[in-house]
């Protein structure tokens, strides 16, 4: 421990005292919690229903009136949680996501008189789908995808490009997201959708918790202003990280179970990944012709992750590695009360409902104050939407893809954004904004979810943290022909 962390605002044994007294108000806190959680989810499903009407109102679609005389139409879906919440709703449960996706159902069968069959017993790769199509068959009318496994279903010619069958989609309503639009397609071809269809888009968005009782007691200003103003950065964050850890129990070595850390990050996909997209940059940009072009390497992600990795090397951050059993650890230094900052997506927010003490929700820092948003990349394990190419009627499914992104703008959305982050997780009406920035800079990367095509330069963060000696530019030396041969096969 060097002498610059043994001048804490707090010592050691105030830091533990604060953690000591703040534990024993747990049983306390726990009953009126126990009581009040009734009452906060009858408020909670008043509060969506009040908030839906003015969205239904203000906005509607403009599709044509059809009946398809009690056509079954049927959904492909991973049978893996939490992705399918967006799609497996088979009755109303009293929670209020279920209860909105199944409305959702309901509202748009009643509609066009169709029936939604949602098949969700497919993998992650879409196996029996990849069969299925393959062989002719047009049991699927829309598929719910992995985004790694709708770039190999466009490569293998199982899926068509939208661009050319979408005659009753209009991509400029809000319910899709504009950055999948334009960054996920490729010479003029575009073969997954994303956006208010599912609300997996944005709960698998990367963000910062913080503990907001730590921040007091350290006497830290809340970073709500400077992220409002723009002006939460990295030369802001890392500086609070490196100031605030200790080695509680005087071992000289950090524990994660035992000592305080200033971050603590979820897993080596989360926030090493992230990071790259926090000045704007991408592992694949397209040009103004839609040509996919290398982009991770640059004088300034160069520049982020060596201030990453002076950070990881101060001992103040600790980092889970990915467990895809259960890659929400159950055991952390931040449910814990020991870690100021902790390094999620937003879906994670639920999960620390039960703390003892408040937390607040942030964007991800910027590069620098000129960065144009709070840039944060949306996981590629979210669901995409595609069309296999054996979709016997593509105005009927495109009138339904329709339907079901913009009734999900209308009701689910409010039901997760407005109630389930805003008023439930999240503790403060400046967490509420938080979540709305975080929303404008989400990013799609056509090299992130092109993986098969771009090999390691679509993981460039959690491949850096887990080198011995973590070097950009030899990493990106290595990797670079492959990739770039890769992406000019595309328009072969």
Same mark, same amino acid.
């Given at each position: 421990?060097?002498?610059?962390?043994?001048?804490?605002?707090?010592?050691?044994?105030?830091?533990?005292?604060?953690?000591? *007294?703040?534990?024993?108000?747990?049983?306390?806190?726990?009953?009126?919690?126990?009581?009040?959680?009734?009452?906060?989810?009858?408020?909670?499903?008043?509060?969506?229903?009040?908030?839906?009407?003015?969205?239904?109102?203000?906005?509607?679609?403009?599709?044509?009136?059809?009946?398809?005389?009690?056509?079954?139409?049927?959904?492909?879906?991973?049978?893996?949680?939490?992705?399918?919440?967006?799609?497996?709703?088979?009755?109303?449960?009293?929670?209020?996501?279920?209860?909105?996706?199944?409305?959702?159902?309901?509202?748009?069968?009643?509609?066009? #008189?169709?029936?939604?069959?949602?098949?969700?017993?497919?993998?992650?790769?879409?196996?029996?789908?990849?069969?299925?199509?393959?062989?002719? %068959?047009?049991?699927?009318?829309?598929?719910?995808?992995?985004?790694?496994?709708?770039?190999?279903?466009?490569?293998?010619?199982?899926?068509?490009?939208?661009? %050319?069958?979408?005659?009753?989609?209009?991509?400029?309503?809000?319910?899709?997201?504009?950055?999948?639009?334009?960054?996920?397609?490729?010479?003029?071809?575009?073969?997954?959708?994303?956006?208010?269809?599912?609300?997996?888009?944005?709960?698998?968005?990367?963000?910062? *918790?913080?503990?907001?009782?730590?921040?007091?007691?350290?006497?830290?200003?809340?970073?709500?202003?400077?992220?409002?103003?723009?002006?939460?950065?990295?030369?802001?964050?890392?500086?609070?990280?490196?100031? #605030?850890?200790?080695? &509680?129990?005087?071992?000289? &070595?950090?524990?994660?179970?035992?000592?305080?850390?200033?971050?603590?990050?979820?897993?080596?996909?989360?926030?090493?990944?992230?990071? *790259?997209?926090?000045?704007?940059?991408?592992?694949?940009?397209?040009?103004?012709?839609?040509?996919?072009?290398?982009?991770?390497? #640059?004088?300034?992600?160069?520049?982020?992750?060596?201030?990453?990795?002076?950070?990881?090397?101060?001992?103040?951050?600790?980092?889970?590695?990915?467990?895809?059993?259960?890659?929400?650890?159950?055991?952390?230094?931040?449910?814990?009360?020991?870690?100021?900052?902790?390094?999620?997506?937003?879906?994670?927010?639920?999960?620390?409902?039960?703390?003892?003490?408040?937390?607040?929700? *942030?964007?991800?820092?910027?590069?620098?104050?000129?960065?144009?948003?709070?840039?944060?990349?949306?996981?590629?394990?979210?669901?995409?939407?595609?069309?296999?190419?054996?979709?016997?009627?593509?105005?009927?499914?495109?009138?339904?893809?329709?339907?079901?992104?913009?009734?999900?703008?209308?009701?689910?959305?409010?039901?997760?954004?407005?109630?389930?982050?805003?008023?439930?997780?999240?503790?403060?009406?400046?967490?509420?904004?938080?979540?709305?920035?975080?929303?404008?800079?989400?990013?799609?990367?056509?090299?992130?979810?092109?993986?098969?095509?771009?090999?390691?330069?679509?993981?460039?963060?959690?491949?850096?943290? #887990?080198?011995?000696?973590?070097?950009?530019?030899?990493?990106?030396?290595?990797?670079?022909?492959?990739?770039?041969?890769?992406?000019?096969?595309?328009?072969?």
């Amino acid at each position: 421990m060097n002498e610059t962390n043994r001048k804490n605002k707090f010592s050691i044994k105030c830091l533990c005292q604060i953690i000591a *007294l703040t534990m024993l108000a747990v049983t306390f806190l726990t009953f009126l919690y126990s009581c009040a959680d009734t009452a906060s989810d009858k408020n909670e499903k008043e509060h969506a229903e009040k908030n839906t009407e003015p969205i239904a109102a203000a906005v509607t679609d403009k599709l044509p009136e059809r009946d398809f005389e009690g056509y079954e139409f049927t959904i492909h879906v991973r049978d893996q949680m939490p992705h399918k919440t967006d799609l497996a709703a088979e009755s109303e449960n009293g929670e209020l996501i279920n209860d909105a996706v199944y409305g959702r159902y309901r509202t748009i069968e009643e509609r066009f #008189n169709i029936v939604f069959d949602i098949d969700d017993s497919g993998d992650v790769n879409a196996t029996a789908a990849q069969k299925t199509i393959s062989s002719g %068959d047009d049991l699927y009318d829309l598929l719910a995808l992995h985004g790694s496994t709708a770039s190999i279903f466009s490569q293998s010619n199982l899926i068509l490009n939208l661009f %050319d069958n979408m005659s009753y989609i209009d991509l400029d309503a809000p319910w899709w997201a504009d950055d999948i639009i334009h960054n996920l397609s490729a010479f003029g071809r575009l073969y997954s959708l994303a956006g208010d269809i599912s609300h997996m888009g944005l709960a698998g968005t990367g963000c910062l *918790l913080f503990n907001k009782n730590l921040f007091t007691d350290l006497g830290i200003e809340y970073p709500y202003a400077a992220a409002l103003k723009g002006e939460w950065t990295l030369d802001r964050f890392f500086p609070i990280v490196v100031a #605030n850890f200790a080695d &509680l129990n005087g071992d000289g &070595l950090m524990k994660m179970e035992e000592d305080m850390f200033g971050l603590e990050i979820r897993h080596d996909w989360c926030f090493p990944i992230a990071l *790259l997209y926090c000045g704007g940059d991408r592992s694949v940009t397209m040009d103004e012709n839609g040509v996919p072009t290398l982009s991770a390497y #640059n004088e300034r992600t160069v520049d982020i992750y060596n201030k990453f990795f002076d950070m990881m090397k101060s001992g103040a951050a600790y980092m889970h590695k990915w467990d895809i059993v259960g890659n929400y650890p159950t055991v952390t230094a931040f449910r814990d009360g020991r870690a100021l900052f902790y390094t999620t997506y937003l879906q994670d927010v639920i999960n620390h409902r039960d703390l003892e003490y408040e937390i607040g929700i *942030l964007p991800i820092p910027k590069y620098s104050e000129s960065t144009p948003k709070y840039y944060t990349n949306v996981d590629a394990g979210q669901n995409v939407f595609s069309v296999p190419v054996t979709v016997a009627d593509n105005e009927r499914t495109n009138i339904i893809i329709e339907a079901l992104a913009a009734e999900g703008y209308r009701t689910v959305m409010p039901a997760f954004y407005e109630v389930s982050l805003k008023t439930k997780h999240a503790s403060d009406e400046e967490s509420a904004a938080m979540i709305d920035l975080i929303k404008d800079g989400r990013v799609y990367d056509f090299g992130y979810f092109n993986h098969a095509i771009v090999g390691e330069l679509a993981f460039v963060g959690q491949r850096l943290v #887990n080198m011995r000696e973590p070097n950009f530019t030899s990493f990106y030396e290595k990797n670079a022909p492959s990739a770039q041969k890769n992406l000019d096969k595309l328009d072969k």
